[in-house]
């Protein structure tokens, strides 16, 4: 099955020093790869890589049959983010705008996807709302569903559970694993809940700027560092 990435033996940096050095993975479509480590361990550095943002010092970033302007994106909300005064519709549909250029006309096709996802995600009845009013598990409902306007193949998440209470956290992580499941959509996910990760997805990457680990979730689970981080001996 063909990657719908390949970093190969990546090094990333950032203000002139190394913020992600050798690292090497590949993405196959269903794949869900969560990426974890300690504050400062280059997880960011590696996700602004990815979407073209950070330009890799060695190594590279292979795309096959993805574009950077084809990955949905969902990035940790800002204090000004949360109180945007646009309608849940309007925040959704800009997902399209990559498609566009400078040009910020929306085709029928645009605002049929904007509907389709947010059916999916189960918001269609807030889209005349404000974006600023919902709640924070709507408001992240909503910026996946506008993530999913963008993507065709690839969602990259900066810490989707971020500000979330814990029942709302478990409800997100559950919506991706469906999203995941019944669209076959790949996901690079940057985590710092390590038990979800593992639960979740089905592969981790484990950074400390250079790789400590690769490999599916349960051989994780297996190794001394998965235990330490889980809370095992």
């Avoid at 990546?10 to 002139?16: E, Q, R």
Wanted: charged letters at 20%.
């Amino acid at each position: 099955m063909a990657s719908v990435i390949s970093c190969k033996n990546l090094s990333v940096k950032y203000d002139s020093a190394f913020a992600v050095k050798n690292v090497a993975f590949d993405l196959e479509p269903g794949d869900y790869l969560c990426v974890v480590g300690e504050n400062g361990s280059g997880k960011s550095t590696l996700m602004k890589g990815i979407l073209g943002l950070l330009k890799p010092a060695d190594g590279q970033i292979i795309f096959n049959g993805v574009k950077q302007t084809e990955i949905g994106y969902l990035p940790q909300q800002t204090v000004v983010q949360k109180d945007f005064p646009a309608s849940v519709f309007e925040v959704v549909l800009s997902g399209r705008l990559n498609r566009h250029g400078v040009l910020a006309f929306y085709s029928k096709q645009d605002r049929d996807s904007a509907h389709k996802n947010m059916t999916r995600l189960g918001i269609e009845s807030l889209k005349k709302k404000s974006y600023r009013d919902l709640s924070g598990g709507q408001q992240q409902r909503v910026l996946l569903a506008r993530a999913l306007c963008a993507a065709e193949k690839l969602l990259v998440l900066d810490e989707p559970d971020s500000g979330l209470d814990p029942m709302v956290a478990a409800e997100m992580y559950a919506l991706l694993q469906k999203l995941n499941r019944e669209t076959g959509i790949a996901i690079i996910m940057i985590s710092h809940d390590i038990k979800s990760a593992v639960k979740y997805g089905n592969k981790i990457l484990h950074l400390q700027t250079v790789p400590l680990f690769y490999g599916s979730t349960w051989q994780y689970a297996k190794t001394d560092i998965g235990r330490r981080m889980l809370g095992g001996a």
